[in-house]
């Protein structure tokens, strides 16, 4: 009794988020342990939003001091901290957020656990680092890298914000895109569909049932009329859709006056043409996954994601007759309760059929591996079929690539920079910033007295950098002159944005649900723009 109390306290507590990625995505996030470096005020905002909805437990790595300056910008830290951890400081106050929560603490800089303990960083789900040096950081990317742990970089600088997704590669079975279109199957309705339609004859019908008949079965019975009378294709353009809206319109029934009877169930039907007819067909990105190397060439390593992937292709190729799995969902619709359930245990039944089909190729090539049939659950198979269409796979470039003179992606820097105020220009300015660090150990223009003397500092380095890196761009002196102003300030506008943004992404990559960018994100607080490049 007492544990379905406490767990209804936690469907109340956690009911919008809940509905946004369900039950299993919220049991992936309370069982994630996450690695933040650096208790600054991007780090604690980052927190901020994974403590709330229920992130399992996390770790703050923070060597410093609390400093007057952490004070003035970061909401966990308070006056009485001066002096004290910052890593623990944060820890308590960010514990008081949600008791479910479990907060560790690491009073040691990234730079001695990276020297003396490399390993500690591979107990954890995933490492978010906030506001590292160059050299640190690509340390540490290299060793999250080889581990395969996702690395999330996040960085607020003046009014500007950056993150860097690094991960080798991340699959989604709930990506949830806009626009999803129902998977009706009325181009190639399956034989128990065919045969469940067959079963209403619309001219033959009380004027009960008439109003009531479900509109997929409307559409689909005056689409065998519009095979049978106009065309052998599906209506495509806007000329034939109108024809067949029209053809249905004459099914209405009309009263003994010749007017037509109020019929919502056809006028619904009619409405839902335009995305009712489309043809069933397995999406490009679908065929490029099916196709590639890690769904072609199954190992003893391959996750169960390629397994069932390569189940599903099997199936396309035998059963599916070059169609992917049943959905088995069907919209809500004007009908009576009978007629919708009826029709809606047909689509679930084909689904179940679908799945079962699928989990058999599942088992087959899960005994060729060596694998244990249980290594695969009902519950994985099941969400695997009914998203077929709409699987993901993000691959990212590693940390080394983006830096290494050879694999620099100068392409897609210089397609962007027809527009001398891209986001992409501030890029290059971070990294130029980071260039004048390693020289001076310093950022330019952290005191007042500072900013005249390394405007011109500045420039060379962001003048040596694009000559290194062969990219024959012009940046306006304008973003030198605004880079030195910020100091290396870390507003907490910008902050707060930014930690929101980051712990979408790191919930994402947890849950596996929704679509991380790739690979890397420049928000300008000047200008309230963003953009995300493939760098």
């Not at 544990?3 to 995505?25: I, M, N, P, V």
């Not at 294709?233 to 034939?240: D, R, V």
Request: charged share 25%.
């Amino acid at each position: 009794m007492a544990q379905a109390g406490r767990a209804s306290l936690k469907e109340q507590r956690y009911d919008r988020q809940l509905r946004l990625w369900g039950d299993h995505g919220q049991e992936a996030l309370e069982s994630a342990h996450v690695c933040v470096i650096n208790a600054t005020a991007t780090g604690t905002e980052i927190l901020k939003n994974l403590v709330l909805p229920g992130i399992g437990s996390f770790t703050i790595v923070d060597g410093n001091r609390v400093s007057g300056e952490d004070v003035g910008n970061n909401f966990f830290l308070q006056k009485s901290h001066i002096g004290q951890n910052r890593a623990q400081s944060a820890t308590e106050l960010l514990q008081e957020l949600n008791s479910d929560v479990s907060g560790n603490f690491v009073e040691e800089s990234p730079e001695h656990l990276l020297e003396n303990d490399p390993s500690f960083f591979n107990r954890f789900n995933l490492v978010i680092a906030t506001q590292l040096p160059e050299s640190t950081l690509l340390r540490l990317a290299e060793l999250l890298w080889n581990s395969n742990i996702p690395l999330l970089v996040c960085r607020t600088y003046g009014l500007v914000g950056y993150m860097r997704v690094i991960i080798k590669e991340h699959t989604v079975v709930e990506s949830h895109p806009d626009n999803m279109l129902e998977d009706l199957r009325l181009d190639k309705p399956f034989p128990e569909l065919r045969e469940h339609i067959q079963s209403y004859d619309l001219d033959h019908m009380d004027k009960k049932d008439h109003s009531h008949t479900p509109w997929i079965v409307i559409v689909a019975k005056y689409l065998t009329k519009w095979f049978n009378e106009k065309s052998d294709q599906l209506p495509k353009n806007y000329k034939e859709k109108e024809a067949f809206r029209q053809l249905i319109r004459q099914g209405i029934l009309k009263n003994e006056n010749g007017t037509l009877e109020d019929e919502e169930n056809f006028e619904e039907a009619i409405k839902n043409v335009n995305t009712a007819l489309n043809t069933t067909e397995i999406p490009r990105g679908i065929e490029e996954i099916f196709n590639d190397d890690c769904c072609m060439n199954l190992t003893e390593q391959s996750s169960s994601f390629w397994i069932l992937v390569r189940a599903v292709k099997e199936f396309v190729a035998n059963e599916g007759q070059g169609s992917l799995p049943v959905r088995g969902t069907i919209p809500d619709m004007i009908a009576d309760s009978n007629k919708f359930i009826k029709l809606q245990n047909v689509y679930r039944e084909k689904a179940k059929k679908d799945a079962a089909a699928v989990g058999d190729h599942a088992a087959k090539l899960l005994q060729s591996l060596g694998k244990a049939p249980e290594s695969i659950s009902e519950r994985e198979l099941k969400l695997l079929c009914s998203n077929a269409a709409f699987l993901r796979v993000v691959r990212c470039r590693s940390l080394s690539e983006e830096y290494g003179l050879n694999t620099f992606n100068k392409d897609e820097i210089i397609s962007h920079m027809d527009n001398p105020d891209s986001e992409v220009v501030l890029y290059l300015m971070l990294r130029a910033v980071d260039r004048f660090y390693k020289q001076h150990g310093r950022y330019p223009g952290v005191y007042n007295y500072q900013v005249e003397d390394d405007i011109g500092k500045l420039r060379s380095c962001l003048t040596g950098f694009l000559q290194e890196h062969g990219l024959s761009v012009v940046v306006k002196d304008d973003y030198v002159h605004e880079f030195c102003r910020y100091g290396a300030a870390e507003p907490h506008a910008v902050a707060a944005f930014m930690g929101g943004a980051a712990a979408q992404e790191v919930i994402k990559v947890i849950t596996g649900q929704f679509v991380i960018f790739n690979n890397t994100y420049i928000y300008s607080g000047m200008s309230q723009t963003s953009a995300t490049f493939q760098l």
